[in-house]
């Protein structure tokens, strides 16, 4: 089962970037030096931010389906980045070194299943829950903070 994973637009979060530190605040955004990697992950690049660059931490509203699935959480954007990362039958680094969850959503935003992977039982577990006839795309999730990472889709 082919599969496309897909970091977020930046164009929502462009207007945040270069704003001060106070400008932020008044958004309930905060801006963060990072200072080790991994630890930063950006969910428009797909790839964790390097130490001493800034990353801009918001809640954001990943699964805005009218259901009881409906979610927000906090997730980090670098303020460098330019376009999303779409990777075909490929996992983005991001992904390899970290637990992940795998949320299975219908085209209504129920979720249908789920499963925790890691490493080499990552690609394996997305194309199962992705053979799934009413499963029409999936949520991976940082399994630890259980942050929002990327949308998967078929190919």
Known sequence: MSFVV?????????????????ALAEQGVIRRTVDVSPGFPC???????????TVLLLNYEHQ??????????????????????VT???????????????RAFDEAGMMRT?????????????ERLLAEPE???LHAHYAGMGCYAARIDRA
């Open 135 to 137: 499963v029409a795309y």
């Open 43 to 53: 969910r428009v690049s797909l790839e964790d931010a390097a130490p001493g660059e």
């Open 64 to 85: 805005s389906a009218d259901t009881p699935f409906r979610a927000r959480h906090a997730i980090f954007v670098r303020e460098s980045a330019q376009d999303a990362t």
């Open 6 to 22: 897909s970091g977020l637009s930046p164009e929502p979060f462009r207007p945040l970037f270069g704003l001060s530190d106070a």
């Open 114 to 126: 789920a499963a925790v992977a890691q490493g080499a039982e990552l690609k394996p577990a997305i």
């Open 88 to 102: 075909e039958d490929e996992l983005p680094p991001v992904f390899e070194a970290r637990i992940m969850s795998l």
